[in-house]
């Protein structure tokens, strides 16, 4: 069928009238973008896969040496790459389930006749169009202990926000909270508005209450849709890189993507990087495959 | 249980008025049947008596208490909507276990049992109660829908167009059903239809409804014999009832434009507009509302009409005559030989017409 849509070309067309052909013009869209693909994720990948086989260092010239599994047994035995593997689910964690609490939330409040709602829908969403960096500066900026608002407001007087070595996760994951709870609001919102209103009636006729049909109604139904954005920030908040590294250096937020850049460009053990970079996808991979069994099962109820 | 009444309810939705001052009366244990074309307010009046939506101006009461303010829950009716509004992933027993397990009036769950298995008993859908309901056909749905509506013991059922989505056979068998539940339940029933066979199989009672205003309430048969006005005549009955526009002139009905001078000894209403002033019924402008049924072929009558079309209904033949411009229908039995183009004798029973006013469309039996 496919086929059939792309071979007619309409023969009076500019493009016909210079002699191209339905296949001519496909080729003229797909190939760059193949060819960039290939270039720039496909290749790397597959010869970063051949790096992490290798003690290559990307510092000297001296030649790769292939040491077989040992990278990644090394890897895997070693306690602070796990530390980081830890920091980084904690991460996770408190990010989405905020960022989940916040963003439904704010869809349920948003959910109804106010006034004003297309405009409060459109600035609550800036947040999530601000530059990874700009954001971490700017909230730097509002956590700092001496001037910082945030301080100012809450009373703290100088509170160690990012400096605070038990702090300094969570007020990161505050500060993505802050930034991604537009997205699952917007999703939420758009899973809140196909609930039929009909429904909501049967319900109030029922004499259901509101809780009732909140957990019976409502939250079956926006659950494939909720369950969509919490794979995507998961996904995002595990790969963490800029936000982290931008706000503060404190060992305790050494989330994996950064020590994987430290790995990388700082020690120059780019064969070892290689392959932490692998158990990193591996385990993203996983989870989003865990995350999709699941979400099909929800879709089934 | 209960008594419904409404008073002097009006519904204006922005600048559209929904409902004109509406008065209606249902006694308890009635099946009330609300018909009106679409957009006529059949269901916002259904849904301000659901507590679903307040009137604008005027009071409901239920069992003689203004429930102005009461939200649906405390209202405790039931309600069937057209689009079914089953509960989607879930099964049909859990959809129709939903109203027993709200908290505000819990049921042991024994029970709870006990009366799903009797309503799937008495709709016949035993055998769905596992299934999840986005797999079940229209009729099933409408069936749990019902289903869901009864297991509860509501106050009043409500309806709106519960057999509307439905194919003709299903809707026929579930009507008889509906209305025998209805029976066994001996509860008040307001079921709201643009079908008037609906109507007429189903009601106690028949409200007509058109344009935001209840304009004649009665038993069916009082609604077929004596419509209050032309509307009415024509929203029931089918084929409708035919309207001959002419005068009368001394106990004769002649028609326009041809002077077809039929008989006519009717009663003219309590007021008497025949007698006390009959110098103005004669020769005033009337319309003769006769059923088709009520037109008489046979071949020594008083009067000839051609055949102009014929419509075979099994149990009858429906006839379109022609006497010069006027076409109307008759309704004759399924044995008689005709055919179109041919020239046959009518006359109408006399006792059966109605006579309106052709300019205001009011029954004369009504108004004078």
Same mark, same amino acid.
């Given at each position: 069928?496919?086929?059939?849509?792309?071979?007619?070309?309409?023969?009076?067309?500019?493009?016909?009238?210079?002699?191209?052909?339905?296949?001519?013009?496909?080729?003229?869209?797909?190939?760059?973008?193949?060819?960039?693909?290939?270039?720039?994720?496909?290749?790397?990948?597959?010869?970063?896969?051949?790096?992490?086989?290798?003690?290559?260092?990307?510092?000297? @010239?001296? *030649?790769? @040496?292939?040491?077989?599994?040992?990278?990644?047994?090394?890897?895997?035995?070693?306690?602070?790459?796990w530390?980081?593997f830890s920091i980084t689910a904690k991460y996770v964690i408190v990010s989405v389930t905020g960022q989940v609490v916040v963003g439904f939330g704010v869809a349920l409040l948003l959910n109804r006749?106010?006034?004003?709602?297309?405009?409060?829908?459109?600035?609550?969403l800036? *947040?999530m169009?601000?530059?990874?960096?700009?954001?971490?500066?700017?909230?730097?900026?509002?956590?700092?202990?001496?001037?910082?608002?945030?301080?100012?407001?809450?009373?703290?007087?100088?509170?160690?926000?990012?400096?605070?070595?038990?702090?300094?996760?969570?007020?990161?994951a505050?500060?993505d909270i802050?930034m991604w709870s537009p997205f699952v609001m917007l999703l939420s919102l758009a899973g809140l508005s196909a609930v039929p209103k009909h429904l909501y009636e049967a319900a109030a006729i029922d004499?259901a209450g509101s809780l009732y049909t909140f957990f019976r109604i409502t939250l079956p139904l926006v659950a494939p849709i909720l369950m969509i954005a919490i794979i995507f920030r998961t996904m995002e908040a595990f790969k963490t890189?800029?936000?982290?590294?931008?706000?503060?250096? +404190?060992?305790?937020?050494?989330v994996i993507s950064?020590?994987?850049?430290?790995?990388?460009?700082?020690?120059? +053990?780019?064969?070892?990087?290689?392959?932490?970079?692998y158990i990193v996808l591996i385990m993203i991979l996983a989870i989003t495959n865990i995350y999709v069994k699941y979400l099909n099962k929800v879709k089934e109820r | 249980?209960?008594?419904?009444?409404?008073?002097?309810?009006?519904?204006?939705?922005?600048?559209?008025?929904?409902?004109?001052?509406?008065?209606?009366?249902?006694?308890?244990?009635?099946?009330?049947?609300?018909?009106?074309?679409?957009?006529?307010?059949?269901?916002?009046?259904?849904?301000?008596?659901?507590?679903?939506?307040?009137?604008?101006?005027?009071?409901?009461?239920?069992?003689?208490?203004?429930?102005?303010?009461?939200?649906?829950?405390?209202?405790?009716?039931?309600?069937?909507l057209?689009q079914y509004s089953l509960y989607p992933r879930y099964t049909v027993r859990e959809n129709l276990e939903f109203p027993l397990k709200s908290k505000?009036?819990?049921v042991?769950d024994?029970?709870i049992k006990?009366?799903v298995d009797?309503v799937a008993?008495?709709?016949?859908i035993t055998h769905l109660l596992d299934r999840k309901t986005d797999r079940l056909s229209g009729g099933e749905m409408q069936r749990v829908s019902?289903g869901r509506?009864?297991v509860?013991?509501? &106050?009043?059922?409500?309806?709106?167009?519960?057999?509307?989505?439905?194919?003709?056979?299903?809707?026929?068998?579930?009507?008889?059903?509906?209305?025998?539940?209805?029976?066994?339940?001996?509860?008040?029933?307001?079921?709201?239809?643009?079908?008037?066979?609906?109507?007429?199989?189903?009601?106690?009672?028949?409200? =007509?409804?058109?344009?935001?205003?209840?304009?004649?309430?009665?038993?069916?048969?009082?609604?077929?014999?004596?419509?209050?006005?032309?509307? !009415?005549?024509?929203?029931?009955?089918?084929?409708?009832?035919?309207?001959?526009?002419?005068?009368?002139?001394?106990?004769?009905?002649?028609?326009?434009?041809?002077?077809?001078?039929?008989?006519?000894?009717?009663? #003219?209403?309590?007021?008497?507009?025949?007698?006390?002033?009959?110098?103005?019924?004669?020769?005033?402008?009337?319309?003769?509302?006769?059923?088709?049924?009520?037109? =008489?072929?046979?071949?020594?009558?008083?009067?000839?009409?051609? !055949?102009?079309?014929?419509?075979?209904?099994? !149990?009858?033949?429906?006839?379109?005559?022609?006497?010069?411009?006027?076409?109307?229908?008759?309704?004759?039995?399924?044995?008689?030989? #005709?055919?179109?183009?041919?020239?046959? &004798?009518?006359?109408?029973?006399?006792?059966?017409?109605? !006579?309106?006013?052709?300019?205001?469309?009011?029954?004369?039996?009504?108004?004078?």
């Open positions: 069928m496919a086929t059939a849509v792309i071979e007619t070309l309409d023969p009076k067309s500019r493009a016909a009238s210079r002699g191209m052909s339905d296949i001519a013009i496909r080729n003229l869209f797909i190939i760059p973008t193949i060819a960039f693909l290939i270039i720039f994720n496909i290749f790397p990948l597959l010869y970063s896969l051949g790096y992490s086989f290798t003690d290559f260092r990307a510092s000297t @010239n001296a *030649p790769a @040496n292939f040491v077989g599994l040992q990278n990644y047994r090394e890897l895997l035995n070693d306690p602070f790459i530390t980081n006749d106010i006034p004003f709602k297309g405009l409060i829908t459109t600035l609550l800036l *947040p169009m601000l530059s990874m960096a700009v954001v971490g500066l700017f909230w730097k900026l509002l956590y700092d202990p001496s001037f910082g608002i945030i301080n100012h407001v809450l009373g703290l007087g100088t509170f160690e926000w990012l400096s605070n070595a038990d702090m300094a996760l969570y007020a990161v505050i500060t802050w004499r890189f800029d936000l982290a590294y931008i706000l503060t250096s +404190q060992p305790t937020t050494e950064i020590r994987l850049y430290k790995m990388a460009f700082q020690e120059w +053990q780019t064969g070892r990087s290689s392959a932490l970079a | 249980m209960a008594h419904i009444q409404l008073k002097n309810v009006t519904k204006t939705f922005g600048s559209h008025t929904a409902l004109k001052n509406l008065d209606l009366d249902i006694a308890d244990g009635e099946f009330f049947v609300l018909l009106g074309e679409t957009g006529a307010g059949k269901t916002t009046t259904l849904r301000i008596i659901a507590g679903l939506e307040k009137p604008t101006s005027g009071e409901v009461f239920i069992d003689g208490i203004d429930v102005a303010d009461w939200g649906a829950a405390e209202r405790d009716v039931a309600l069937v057209q505000l009036r819990r042991p024994a029970e006990e009366r009797r008993n008495t709709l016949r019902i509506a009864i509860r013991k509501p &106050r009043v059922f409500l309806m709106d167009e519960p057999l509307s989505a439905l194919d003709a056979k299903l809707r026929e068998a579930l009507r008889t059903e509906l209305k025998n539940i209805q029976m066994n339940l001996g509860q008040t029933f307001l079921f709201v239809t643009h079908d008037q066979i609906e109507a007429m199989s189903m009601g106690d009672k028949i409200g =007509v409804l058109n344009h935001g205003r209840l304009v004649q309430t009665g038993t069916p048969s009082d609604i077929y014999n004596n419509p209050r006005n032309t509307f !009415v005549a024509r929203a029931v009955g089918s084929p409708p009832m035919n309207l001959l526009h002419g005068k009368l002139v001394s106990g004769r009905a002649i028609l326009d434009p041809i002077d077809l001078d039929l008989p006519y000894n009717g009663a #003219l209403g309590s007021s008497g507009a025949a007698t006390a002033d009959g110098g103005t019924t004669d020769g005033r402008p009337l319309t003769f509302g006769i059923r088709p049924e009520d037109i =008489v072929v046979e071949s020594g009558a008083a009067h000839e009409a051609r !055949v102009h079309d014929v419509e075979n209904h099994g !149990v009858a033949k429906i006839l379109t005559l022609r006497v010069a411009d006027i076409t109307f229908h008759a309704t004759v039995s399924a044995q008689t030989k #005709l055919a179109i183009d041919e020239d046959i &004798r009518f006359s109408w029973n006399p006792q059966k017409v109605v !006579v309106f006013d052709k300019q205001t469309g009011k029954s004369l039996q009504y108004h004078g």
